[in-house]
């Protein structure tokens, strides 16, 4: 069942989330605890998204842990790529 | 064996008793053909995003000067919007729920107001690029830009066609407290196109 009190509270938890995450546009080359931080927060957004907004947290485990998953793999995916595009290059380099 | 342990996934709908109360509740959580909608959008996202990723790490130096370059006022702009959104049809859905149809209707209607406000500052924001002599041709990274950016506006498009078929069923009574599933099959649609936003937010715009 949806908590009203959830979905306020985590929209206006996202909304902050986004214009913190928005002051970083101003530097032409984050360094690498900005993209962590980055990264950390997009997840939070997801997770935020998931539980409340689409009221997964009670349902299915299996389809709540599929949509997770996403965040949970790709973030970490694309913190790595730019952190280490070296190693990126040399794994995609044909 | 793989049945015992766990349900089918065309058995979305748990009927589950509560151990406390004993009284029994039903989790609804869209149909079938909807989450295989989503998981399939999600993968064609996926794979952009890994494409937009590869390209970066071999032209760093275009990459990084890119988000500069880019409307970043546009694109907060538009992840407040989506998420405000998502907010809004979240509700519509809990209003159905309770059995307030007049209410979601006009959730259903916000979150279409959302929509029609995402479109005009993405073109806004084509208009700004075009006014400051960047296009789909201009280089690598625009070209990547307009390819994801173009394809999200296309399914935020079909998730407004979506919504507006549920606003107009509601409308003319089709759902109720008790069934209402392809109003939260709409909706979940819609919140996929705020998740795919998420991450490209920060992945085009800051990173």
């Known amino acids: 069942m949806l908590n009203y009190k959830n979905i306020f509270s985590s929209w206006l938890f996202m909304l902050t989330l986004t214009l913190i995450s928005a002051t970083f546009a101003e530097s032409s080359d984050p360094s690498k605890m900005a993209i962590l931080f980055i990264c950390i927060v997009t997840i939070i957004k997801g997770n935020l998204l998931i539980d409340n907004l689409m009221a997964l947290r009670h349902s299915l485990h299996r389809i709540r842990w599929m949509m997770l998953a996403y965040f949970y793999i790709l973030l970490p995916i694309i913190m790595l790529t730019i952190i280490f595009p070296e190693t990126t290059r040399q794994l995609t380099t044909l | ?207």
């Open chain 2, 1 to 207: 064996m793989s049945n015992i342990l766990s349900p089918p996934i065309s058995d979305l709908r748990v009927h589950k008793p509560e151990q406390q109360t004993g009284s029994t509740e039903t989790k609804t959580i869209g149909s079938t053909a909807v989450w295989i909608l989503i998981y399939a959008e999600l993968t064609e996202f996926a794979l952009f995003f890994i494409v937009f990723l590869i390209a970066k790490a071999h032209n760093p130096e275009l990459f990084s000067a890119g988000p500069g370059t880019l409307n970043t006022t546009a694109g907060m702009l538009n992840t407040l919007i989506l998420i405000t959104s998502s907010f809004f049809v979240a509700k519509a859905v809990s209003a159905i729920k309770l059995g307030q149809r007049e209410a979601s209707i006009k959730w259903l209607w916000l979150t279409l107001l959302a929509g029609v406000t995402y479109c005009g500052i993405k073109g806004w924001e084509y208009y700004w690029n075009e006014a400051a002599g960047f296009d789909v041709s201009t280089n690598l990274f625009y070209s990547l830009y307009y390819y994801l950016t173009f394809n999200h506006l296309l399914h935020v498009l079909m998730g407004m066609c979506t919504l507006l078929w549920v606003t107009l069923r509601a409308y003319f009574n089709a759902y109720s407290a008790a069934d209402h599933e392809g109003l939260e099959s709409a909706a979940l649609y819609w919140h996929m196109i705020d998740m795919v936003w998420i991450i490209i937010f920060p992945l085009l715009y800051i990173l």
